[in-house]
């Protein structure tokens, strides 16, 4: 068995639900995770194919890799991969006429202290904020054509002084912020951009989303949880209190631990149960 895929679920129109796709041969199955106790054994972390017209097809090697989540001839193969890291110059002109029809909004999005601006398709905005594990997000601007949304993110990127990408170890680092007191911050960053150039993208009514609710953050006190290294042969054993983006928290009898469910991609799975 194989975790092939972490993801926020959407299961009804304001729900969302964490949880690990498992791929068993030419099955699969899921793995709930908020509230829920669990018991498995890591293995081996291994390829996880690559996407073509849509749909993932295996590692035709199933090769043993250490890092990421493609050996070198699937991330070759992948049609997705290149438009991950666009920053506005085209990288996948396969995908370009595709890209340049749909319409995306810019956001910004509060991690505790820590602001990022980024963009989404406009049908999935709140569901990639959550995604991502964000505290708060505002959407800013819509904009026809996805490479001149990376343009503009990258302009705002350099204007604002702030992150287009947040690793899981800095997410893990800002969780426990009081992000409320920080939210002025984005206040602040659309009144800087409404005095700016930017203003000609701006949308009338800049709305503001909490989006804390959903992650269930308890509060530890002084004593914050500790992050667990991934290996092989690990056992990840107890129940999950709370999933913030890719990071959730886990209960043992004593402890607590923070794991990167990202890190778990790829890895080879034994249930204990």
């Not at 793995?31 to 390829?47: A, H, Q, R, T, V």
């Not at 202290?113 to 995604?131: A, F, M, P, Q």
């Not at 290294?229 to 983006?245: A, E, Q, T, W, Y």
């Amino acid at each position: 068995m194989l975790i092939s895929e972490f993801r926020w679920k959407r299961i009804e129109k304001d729900n969302y639900e964490p949880e690990f796709v498992i791929k068993n041969e030419n099955k699969e199955f899921v793995i709930p995770l908020m509230y829920n106790e669990i018991n498995f054994s890591l293995g081996d972390k291994f390829c996880i194919g690559y996407i073509k017209n849509g749909i993932r097809y295996p590692c035709p090697q199933n090769k043993k890799i250490e890092n990421g989540y493609q050996c070198e001839i699937c991330k070759h193969l992948d049609e997705i991969l290149p438009c991950t890291s666009c920053i506005g110059y085209c990288r996948n002109i396969l995908k370009r006429s595709e890209c340049m029809n749909k319409n995306y909004y810019i956001y910004i999005a509060l991690f505790g202290n820590l602001l990022k601006v980024g963009i989404s398709r406009d049908s999935r905005l709140k569901h990639r904020l959550i995604e991502q594990g964000a505290d708060f997000g505002a959407k800013i601007a819509h904009i026809k054509d996805g490479r001149i949304a990376r343009l503009y993110e990258q302009k705002i990127k350099r204007f604002l002084r702030i992150e287009d990408k947040v690793i899981g170890y800095k997410k893990f680092q800002n969780m426990f912020f009081d992000s409320c007191s920080h939210v002025k911050n984005i206040q602040k960053a659309v009144e800087d951009l409404k005095k700016s150039s930017f203003k000609e993208i701006f949308l009338n009514n800049i709305e503001i989303y909490d989006l804390r609710k959903y992650y269930n953050l308890v509060s530890f006190g002084e004593t914050k949880p500790k992050m667990l290294k991934i290996r092989s042969g690990l056992v990840i054993s107890g129940k999950v209190v709370s999933v913030k983006g890719n990071v959730f928290i886990l209960k043992t009898n004593s402890e607590f631990f923070c794991i990167n469910a990202n890190e778990l991609i790829g890895r080879e799975l034994k249930l204990n149960y």
